[in-house]
């Protein structure tokens, strides 16, 4: 049987002593945590061994035994190293010693009720500090792994929980006064930075005072008057607000007292922090560069003729559909009533922007301190700004939908009526009927005229159709730049990009010295995660305001004339 033992490579250099950690048997191997100097008193050891047991509910105690070159000479050294394997009684006791300037090592078990007591030994060097602060992540796939995978990922799960949870063991450092001296990764002093303990102590007060602003605003968002109309209709249906009680629950969820239990809670809310931060400065650069040389003034002049320019167009795409478009040829009296009625639309839309082109460019500065809060909230406005601007454009579409779905459920109906077929509204299914001569005569008139009208009405909605798409296409790519901006897990990615070491994939052996008759030694180096399984693992959930329908269910809307929305909105009432 192989026994692997994991050394700390922090402790290559250190003075003799014993080597304490955890033994994993079901793999047997060895997890070396720290070197406990001469002199001590066993019984203090144990004592102190069995107070990080309980604190960290890990099973810690003296493997064996290290000798370091510096105390080779030293007369009774080797025998008293292996009368400690009687006092502690672990088996195998292993004994690990350098061979004076040498490169090689020696590293060898005894076991006293044993039959094989010498057994082979694989000596392998872990960073204690990286294995300590990096978190293990499972495979991904855990559906196509393999059995053996799974358990080479438990395994190491368990050497990785091991040197994490020995936190406490890693406070006692030399310059301890306590009877016990230890050599690990934090022998020389704890990490600490005075500009993180500074921001420890500043952030209680910023998070007490952070936490009242926003119960006062949620109080204010769970009142009735934001549940009477229009302004509940407004708060569901403009992006803006969304986005506005996305970013709330974020800063709630920064803000909240409560510590995080789990790594992925932690990296959460590290991921929101980081989230806010970059969405706001980029939104004050926007702002800055919105006042600067006075760009609000040129985009309120420039406004008013783009939508003037917007409107021509359309009154020249209606007088082409009211004469005979690409050639075909319509029903001249719903083409002028049509044609008309829209004509008129687009003149009253035209008076709108006018009427309003004074106060357009104090709007537009108002609208433009909002940034403030965040890119998202100013791409989530201007959406909102598009779809006032459009608002004509969406007029004319639920016109010719409505009017396009009226006349395909009118054929559909009409056309089960002269198969003797009609609709059951209760049992929702077709049942057979029988109908009289005037009725089917009846039907039979209002077929054919639901069916030559049909063109010059599929035509209308066609176009429109077209038109709403094109608006519907550029409010979807600013919504998934702003899905983008609050869903993707900059914290996590920095993380990668800086200390790679801190989102572990797993681990890989590299071998540092083969040799008959020395002990195998490896050094184990940590994989990092891909950037795409951070992405994948981390990311944040998102509001999503626009429907997520599939290309049929889309091309099936379009078909039957139903209306496409860019936001959620209620499915039909069920009994």
Request: contains cysteine; glycine residues 4%; charged residues 20%.
């Amino acid at each position: 049987m192989v026994l692997k033992v994991f050394f700390p490579s922090c402790c290559s250099s250190a003075e003799s002593g014993i080597l304490v950690g955890r033994w994993l048997s079901e793999q047997s191997s060895a997890v070396i945590l720290a070197v406990v100097h001469f002199p001590f008193i066993p019984f203090q050891v144990k004592q102190y061994l069995s107070e990080v047991q309980r604190v960290t509910k890990i099973s810690v105690s003296v493997l064996g035994s290290w000798s370091s070159s510096k105390q080779e000479k030293e007369e009774n050294l080797s025998k008293f190293l292996e009368d400690l394997g009687t006092i502690f009684s672990h088996e195998p006791w292993i004994q690990i010693s350098k061979e004076g300037d040498s490169k090689f090592w020696s590293c060898s078990t005894f076991q006293k009720h044993s039959n094989n007591p010498k057994e082979e030994v694989i000596l392998i060097y872990y960073d204690q500090r990286k294995v300590m602060l990096s978190h293990l992540h499972p495979p991904f796939d855990t559906a196509t792994s393999t059995d053996h995978e799974t358990d080479d990922a438990s395994k190491l799960s368990a050497i990785f929980h091991t040197v994490a949870k020995s936190k406490i063991l890693f406070m006692t450092d030399r310059y301890n006064d306590g009877p016990i001296k230890l050599t690990h990764w934090q022998s020389d002093g704890a990490e600490a930075s005075i500009i993180v303990e500074l921001m420890k102590q500043a952030s209680v007060p910023a998070c007490m005072l952070l936490t009242f602003l926003l119960s006062l605003v949620s109080g204010i968002c769970r009142s009735r008057v934001l549940k009477f109309w229009p302004l509940s209709f407004l708060w569901r249906k403009l992006s803006t607000c969304e986005q506005l009680g996305h970013r709330l629950q974020h800063l709630q969820v920064i803000s909240s007292n409560k510590k995080a239990q789990t790594q992925t809670q932690l990296m959460r809310k590290a991921n929101i922090f980081v989230s806010l931060l970059i969405d706001v400065a980029l939104g004050i650069l926007l702002m800055s560069w919105l006042y600067r040389k006075n760009r609000i003034g040129h985009l309120a002049d420039t406004l008013i003729p783009v939508a003037d320019h917007v409107a021509e167009e359309l009154q020249d795409l209606l007088q082409w559909l009211m004469g005979a478009p690409a050639g075909l040829k319509m029903n001249r009296a719903l083409d002028q009533v049509l044609g008309r009625f829209f004509l008129y639309h687009i003149h009253l839309w035209i008076s709108y922007i006018h009427l309003m082109s004074p106060f357009i460019e104090m709007i537009l500065w108002y609208v433009g301190l909002s940034a403030c809060l965040g890119l998202t909230v100013a791409l989530c406005i201007l959406s909102d700004i598009i779809a006032l601007l459009t608002f004509h454009i969406y007029c004319f579409y639920v016109y010719g939908a409505r009017l396009y779905c009226l006349k395909i459920y009118g054929l559909s109906s009409l056309w089960r009526l002269f198969r003797g077929k009609k609709w059951n509204v209760l049992r929702q299914r077709v049942d057979s009927c029988s109908y009289d001569l005037d009725q089917l005569f009846i039907g039979t008139l209002l077929f054919t005229i639901l069916l030559f009208l049909l063109p010059t009405t599929a035509l209308y909605y066609l176009v429109f159709t077209l038109l709403r798409l094109l608006v519907v296409i550029v409010q979807g790519l600013i919504h998934l730049l702003v899905d983008l901006i609050d869903s993707l897990p900059l914290y996590s990615i920095l993380l990668r990009l800086c200390r790679s070491y801190r989102l572990a994939a797993g681990v890989k052996f590299r071998v540092l010295e083969q040799q008959d008759g020395k002990p195998l030694r490896l050094l184990m180096q940590i994989n990092p995660l891909s950037y795409g399984r951070v992405v994948q693992t981390y990311r944040l959930p998102t509001y999503s305001c626009y429907p997520k329908d599939s290309w049929t269910s889309l091309c099936k809307k379009l078909f039957l004339g139903e209306l496409i929305y860019p936001w959620k909105h209620k499915g039909e009432k069920q009994d």
